[in-house]
């Protein structure tokens, strides 16, 4: 049997307790919160940094690999007949291999630069394309969805695929393919809000350096024709 008083202070330690635990869970969704503010003004800063597409390609893809820990980063540009995607620049976590002694030596993988990716019969990354949206595929491996491509993800390691458009001017540029090797990892709506974010200022930086490249085609042919 339990006295009344025994019973008001059983309460009155939930009470503390609820309120332990409110505090520890706002504390880690403002953390959360900062950190991915932290992601996208790094992201930026990178898109802008750079004149050069090469390079801002490079830098980006590294920054969104490591900030989003993923296995591996790729940014894919649409070819301009519109029937393929070109990869123009990827990043991979290196992998840890055991030697001799019990040390572990990292080794990048093989890049995928330049590979082409067909729209033909890639009905993900056309969804992609015509929603302007972001996809998440967990069980990458065995998901219909990514059939062409279960292979490759074995190899890789590869257990959720996002992929992420790139869009500017109501136009879709290209597309980031995401690779992540923690089965157990689910994505949030505040993480596809914050990877949208991130994709919007990288095609905006696309744009910005192809124009720029443009811009100094255009300056280095006028220069070319009056010293002939």
């Known amino acids: 049997t339990w ?7 059983i309460e009155a330690v939930a009470s503390q ?12 969704e403002t953390q959360l919160r ?6 996208l003004q790094e992201i930026t800063a990178a898109a802008v940094s750079h004149v050069k597409l090469s ?3 490079d830098d980006v893809s590294q920054k969104v690999q490591t900030g989003f820990d993923l296995l591996h980063c790729g940014i894919a540009l649409l070819d301009p007949d519109g029937k393929a995607l070109t990869v123009v620049t990827d990043s991979t976590a290196p992998t840890s291999d ?3 002694g019990g ?10 630069i330049g590979v082409k990716i067909p729209l033909e019969g890639n009905e993900l990354t056309q969804d992609v ?8 595929v967990y069980d990458a491996q065995h998901a219909p969805i990514t059939a062409p491509t279960h292979a490759l993800h074995k190899k890789r390691g590869t257990n959720t695929l996002v992929v992420v458009p790139l869009v ?3 136009q879709v540029i290209g597309t980031i393919g995401m690779d992540v090797a923690d089965p157990q990892r689910r994505f949030s709506n505040d993480d596809l809000r914050l990877i949208d974010q991130v994709s919007l200022q990288i095609a905006t930086a696309i744009e910005v350096a192809r124009n720029f490249e443009l811009a100094e085609g255009r300056a280095r042919q006028e220069r070319m024709v009056g010293e002939m």
């Open 168 to 170: 500017t001017r109501d």
């Open 34 to 39: 900062t950190d991915q503010l932290r992601l």
């Open 98 to 100: 055991a030697v001799p």
């Open 55 to 57: 390079e801002l390609l």
């Open 17 to 28: 307790v609820a309120l332990a635990l409110d505090n520890a869970r706002l504390l880690e």
């Open 3 to 9: 006295s009344e008083d025994e019973v008001t202070l």
């Open 129 to 136: 394309i015509r929603t302007r949206r972001a996809r998440v």
């Open 103 to 112: 040390d572990l030596a990292s080794q990048p993988k093989r890049s995928t």
